[in-house]
Structures are given as structure tokens and as C-alpha cells.
């Protein structure tokens, strides 16, 4: 009987899956956006330094454009092979090619900085513009659909090159038995059946193959449990809604 795979730097891929929920990235004397807490481990000299660091002033004008989200990311930089993963969630890495393409906040792992991060107008998703190397976790492996298409919102992960989409509400559910249920007692309202996103026009839709969407958790928050460093410290909690990352404070938001 054979025993596990064991690797090593020399052994590891470069910029690809370790397994279906493990991308390793390499990095040559470069730098990576990552999200907090989706390293899970790293061979040689990397550093990893958050996005209000002074340094890096140049690289987050060009690659970083969204202050809502700049206390969950950092930038590794330096010579090495790190592991990325996310609760044992798919994780697979995407490339852009002079793309536009728009993904839940959530899911986005890591990017390179030759793509552009913005704010998406719509809450929860982000938009990554340029050409370049992405990495994403899903909730089951993603099936990629064209438009015209209407979608559970649970199950989407994102979409490229096409317009945002609208909301559609069923009309037949909204006002049968189930919508007047619904309206009585409030119960229901977020099914895939009655609430869709709505799709039209070209481009490509990213779905994941279940309509269980990733439980969100403060990312960079240490666990509260034993044998965690920092565990129940003062400062090591999560993060409250709205409060200002060190990229906020360094542009006086």
C-alpha cells in the first residue's frame, strides 16, 4: 500500500493546483494581492505586508481600488512557493486577458497585480479589470454558462465581460400559494425559484454546483480556541462592520 504524496519546494507545482482545495503560487522576487488568512503555508523568503504599508503606495495606485475591503488583504512579496486554500472549498485559478470580470468578495482568494481591483456597484462582488492570474474558491466546482440566463443568486459566483445583472421575481410564485404564504407569514423570499439574477447580452456566467453559498467569516480573525496564539486577545477579534482598515486611515477616510 502506497503512502501520501509528500512534496517538497522542488516538487511543488508553480502557479497551479496542489489538489482540487490547494493552489500553490510561486513567487520570483514578485508580488501577489492575498487575501487574510487563505495562506496556509509557504517555502522560502516571502513577506507579507498590509495594504496601508507606505511602500507599496505605487503598486495599490495602480492594482488596489476598493477601501471597503482593504483591511482583509495583504501583499506577499518576495522569493518562494506558497499554498492558498479556504476551508477545504474548491479552489481553482482563472486568467484574465484584457478581461473585465466581477466575483463575490468572498471568493476571491489572491491576484496578481498586473489586474486592477474595484468596488463592483453591486454589494458583495468585486471586479478585477486586466490582463493576468487569479485565484478563487467555490462551493463545488464551477460550471461556466452563457447568457440569456437567469440565475439562483446563492449559486452565483460571478461573471465576465457582460453587463451586471438585474433582479427577476417570479411573478406566478409571488402571487400563488407560496407568495401568499410568503406575504402572511414572511417566512421564504430568498429561494432560487421565486428571486433570480437576471443575465443578458455576451459574456460568461461563473456558477458554483450548489446553492449553498461560502459562510462568510471575519477574515484575519484568530480563531477562539485553544492552542491559537493571540486567541482572545484584545484586537484579535473580528473586525466590526464599517470599521476603518490602516488603508482608510492613510487616505483620511
Known amino acids: 500500500m502506497s503512502g501520501p504524496v509528500v512534496f517538497d519546494p522542488m516538487t511543488l507545482p508553480s502557479d497551479d493546483n496542489v489538489n482540487a482545495y490547494t493552489f500553490c503560487v510561486e513567487l520570483k522576487g514578485s508580488q501577489w494581492f492575498l487575501q487574510k488568512g487563505k495562506m496556509i503555508a509557504y517555502y522560502g523568503r516571502i513577506e507579507f505586508n498590509g495594504i496601508g ?23 506577499a512579496e518576495g522569493s ?8 477545504a472549498f474548491d479552489v481553482n485559478s482563472y486568467d484574465l486577458d484584457d478581461g473585465n470580470l ?14 486592477a481591483l474595484k468596488q463592483s456597484i453591486v454589494p458583495g462582488f ?8 487569479f485565484v478563487a474558491a467555490s462551493n463545488g466546482p464551477v460550471v461556466f454558462m452563457e447568457p440569456p440566463l437567469r440565475v439562483d443568486p446563492q449559486a452565483l459566483v460571478g461573471w465576465a465581460d457582460c453587463p451586471s445583472p438585474c433582479h427577476h421575481y417570479d411573478h406566478g410564485y409571488m402571487t400563488g400559494v407560496m407568495g401568499g404564504l410568503r406575504a402572511f407569514t414572511g417566512i421564504g423570499g430568498a429561494s432560487g425559484e421565486e428571486h433570480q439574477f437576471e443575465f443578458v447580452g455576451a459574456g460568461t456566467v461563473l456558477l458554483q454546483s450548489s446553492e449553498a453559498l461560502m459562510a462568510e467569516q471575519p477574515t484575519g ?6 492552542g491559537i496564539p493571540g486567541a482572545g486577545q484584545p484586537g484579535s477579534g473580528p473586525r466590526r462592520p464599517g470599521q476603518r482598515g490602516d488603508f482608510q486611515h492613510h487616505f483620511g477616510l
Not at 221 to 226: D, G, M
Request: charged residues 15%.
Open 53 to 75: 504599508h507606505g511602500r507599496f503606495q505605487g503598486l495599490i495606485r495602480t492594482s488596489f481600488h476598493s477601501p471597503l475591503h482593504a483591511a482583509d488583504w495583504v501583499v
Open 80 to 87: 518562494g512557493k506558497m499554498l492558498l486554500a479556504d476551508r
Open 102 to 115: 466581477t466575483i463575490r468578495s468572498g471568493n476571491l482568494l489572491a491576484y496578481q497585480p498586473t489586474l
Open 126 to 133: 468585486l471586479t478585477l479589470i486586466g490582463t493576468g492570474k
Open 221 to 226: 480573525a484568530v480563531p477562539q480556541q485553544a
